[in-house]
């Protein structure tokens, strides 16, 4: 094995106006760069190989996943392929590995005292990685000799701004994929396929040296390697290698990094799409336009052409799209030229259709003269019509594997007006101020880890303190942050969320003796939901969870005829009702009961906060034109009306009036945004949500 370092170039200062370089000299934000620790022998695994995959899937051209082979489970045994490195060690005992599967996200603390985390995290980690800023941007171009086997990777650093250490390292990797051989937990014998297998560092166990970190430094550096014909006995098939480049600042953080295809790849940039802070999601509404404005930069010299595609796996046939660049009016493809460094506005135009659906539209960028850049992408989404929302868990692949029973259960309720997202993209929409229509959220959480992020958390409070109502349901929720344990993700915003917003108490982490589902019979939401048996659905992962009702909340679903093992809490406030199971609801086997606990959740949400009793549910009061522009109100519905108070969103009553025998109110006094309308009237109280324009 031969390395060579043919070139060094370091060069200071600014670099020429329209020079052509791989790296972008504008601030760009850091790449996700995932070093899995893995073994062929741990049964868990292919699950951190699949969330892995989704983490390249969902972030093209924004994260780089390395599979290290290593520890006591990569140990192979008899005549099984061995996958381990030289490096694997070394670079494990830094970042803390005690459990499999585990890995670092650019080698960062996020807590605690090791580096190393549990699958659950690593989605969460790398999204909270690739929304800060790089001070240093990373390009690669490879290209290869095949008949000696010369792998030629050219380097170019930019630093935009100063970097915290002042000695980094270039760290250069060899990967391979479709290496099909043995896995315990794969399913497929000994022809599993385990990709982006690290096969060498390049550069070494920490990198090369780089001493010039500093705002406007440039580093150009090539290095021409000798590609083994095999590693361990196992062949290593070039066209199937990628190359991974990574800055650390000294041997630990990884400030970003990329990866490329090892025979002609590169990630030359070619120029970004943009778009306003919280404007990528927007309410639309039946038959009307709603239009986003999203800026087209290049980074070519000159006027290059640029294809311009705009695609959807989810927008309702019924929907309409079409972009306009420069007056110039496109169905979903076009050619054009982007001036250097200039932005040009290209408008989305989205008309939904009177199908229901939060869908999800996909704006890429990819350059006519240099086709194989890495295309960019930029996604915007648009919610219409819809009043109950599913949110499925982003700490893992289970929450999607469910999603259908939730789904399924809707349908079975009746409802005509729901949706299915994530938490992350749930956490833009109501940060955005675009869900003001979502009546009810139904938090699919499944066996995931972290139940919900912090800003995910937040996000929901937030919705529950604006009037929306809320089903939560997973198993480990209340272990994850309550019981203190060092693999949880416990905090104060966690105990505030689990405590006064669950009303929730953690009592202890379930096992396989709590496998029946019994309803309080004097429970007036639940009471007639039949018997269930709850079963393991994760492959001998069972821990339905024992908790209890806080002060002013009730316990409607027990594992035991005796009714001494908690499983499930509902409360309702001035503002919200919320219920919580400690299961998920894949775990109760009997889909029939499923449907009806659904359904019962849908009708109680439906009859307005202070309604007790389901019988009242034909009653209803609502409050319309919303979104209003015309300061003026009315009221619709057949519960007799009282007075009505209007809250702001920091808690302040803004106005309190009796309205008795009135059907309308003239809010002309109040200012644009998102208000809380409580209706009092003779069989409760009403909460709806008021946009005023």
């Known amino acids: 094995m031969k390395h060579y370092f043919l070139l060094t170039l370091l060069i200071f200062g600014l670099l020429r106006s329209g020079a052509q370089t791989l790296v972008s000299t504008d601030v760009q934000p850091k790449n996700a760069v995932l070093e899995e620790f893995t073994g062929i022998h741990c049964v868990y695994c292919p699950e951190g190989h699949a969330i892995a995959a989704s983490i390249l899937e969902n972030n093209p051209g924004r994260a780089v996943a390395i599979a290290i082979h290593q520890g006591s489970f ?9 996958y381990r490195t030289p490096w694997g060690n070394a670079i494990a005992n830094q970042a803390g590995v005690n459990s499999y599967p585990s890995a670092t996200v650019n080698r960062h603390l996020f807590s605690g005292n090791v580096t190393n985390m549990s699958r659950g995290d690593w989605s969460s980690r790398c999204n909270e990685i690739m929304a800060q800023e790089s001070p240093v941007n990373v390009g690669i171009e490879s290209s290869y000799n095949e008949s000696n086997r010369e792998l030629t990777v050219h380097v170019e650093l930019y630093y935009t701004s100063n970097a915290a250490q002042a000695t980094n390292f270039i760290n250069v990797a060899l990967l391979q994929d479709h290496i099909f051989g043995p896995q315990t937990g794969g399913g497929a014998g000994n022809n599993y396929e385990h ?3 690290l096969r060498d560092m390049i550069t070494g166990q920490w990198g090369e040296e780089i001493v010039t970190t500093t705002a406007g430094s440039f580093v150009d550096k090539t290095y021409v390697y000798t590609v083994p014909e095999s590693f361990t006995n196992i062949p290593c098939l070039v066209e199937n290698c990628q190359v991974a480049v990574f800055v650390t600042e000294t041997h630990q953080e990884v400030l970003s990094g990329d990866v490329v295809d090892a025979i002609g790849g590169t990630n030359q940039f070619i120029g970004d799409l943009s778009i306003e802070q919280n404007s990528e999601i927007q309410a639309g509404s039946n038959a009307e336009p709603t239009t986003y404005t999203i800026l087209a930069n290049s980074n070519l010299a000159g006027n290059e052409e640029f294809n311009l595609v705009l695609t959807s796996e989810d927008a309702p046939a019924d929907w309409s799209v079409q972009m306009v660049i420069n007056g110039v009016t496109y169905e979903n493809q076009a050619t054009i030229a982007l001036p250097y460094h200039i932005d040009t506005p290209v408008e989305i135009i989205i008309i939904p259709g009177a199908t229901v659906a939060l869908a999800n539209f996909k704006l890429a960028m990819s350059a006519v003269s240099v086709p194989q850049a890495p295309t960019k992408y930029l996604h915007i989404y648009n919610i219409s019509g819809v009043e109950n929302l599913v949110v499925n868990a982003t ?3 289970e929450a999607v594997d469910h999603q259908d029973i939730y789904l399924d259960g809707l349908t079975a309720a009746g409802s005509t007006t729901h949706g299915v997202t994530d938490a992350e993209i749930m956490l833009k929409g109501i940060n955005a101020q675009a869900f003001n229509d979502i009546r009810n959220m139904f938090l699919n959480i499944a066996w995931t880890f972290p139940a919900l ?11 529950m303190n604006q009037g929306g109502n809320v089903l ?8 994850d942050y309550m019981s203190g344990d060092a693999s949880g993700h416990g905090s104060p915003e966690a105990t505030d969320f689990y405590e006064n917003y669950l009303h929730a108490n953690y009592v202890s982490d379930g096992n396989t003796s709590n496998n029946q589902f019994i309803a309080e019979v004097t429970d007036a939401v639940y009471g007639e939901v039949a018997q269930s048996a709850v079963v393991d659905v994760y492959g001998g992962n069972m821990y339905p969870e024992q908790i209890t009702a806080r002060a002013g909340a009730l316990q409607s679903f027990y594992y035991n005829a005796a009714k001494t093992k908690c499983g499930a809490v509902r409360a309702e406030t001035e503002v919200y009702k919320v219920v919580y199971f400690g299961v998920g ?3 109760i086997q009997n889909a029939a009961v499923r449907n009806h606990i659904i359904t019962a959740s849908l009708e109680w949400f439906d009859i307005g ?5 389901p019988s009242k549910k034909q009653s209803h009061i609502s409050v319309f034109p919303n979104p209003n522009a015309s300061g003026l109100i009315h009221f619709t519905g057949d519960a007799a009306l009282k007075s009505v108070e209007i809250i702001d969103m920091t808690g302040k009553t803004i106005l309190n009036q009796n309205v008795t025998n009135s059907d309308q109110l003239k809010i002309d006094g109040l200012h644009g945004g998102l208000y809380l309308v409580k209706m009092i009237t003779n069989q409760g109280v009403y909460t709806n949500k008021l946009v005023v324009k």
Request: charged letters at 20%; proline letters at 10%; zero cysteines.
């Open 472 to 479: 939560i349901a997973g198993q480990d929720i209340g272990w």
């Open 585 to 587: 609801l894949e775990m």
């Open 395 to 397: 700490g893992g692949p």
């Open 453 to 463: 992020t912090i800003p995910q958390m937040e996000a929901v409070k937030t919705f």
């Open 609 to 613: 906060v202070g309604l007790d009793e």
């Open 74 to 82: 990569a140990v192979p045994s008899g005549n099984e392929p061995d």
């Open 195 to 197: 990709m982006h297998m």
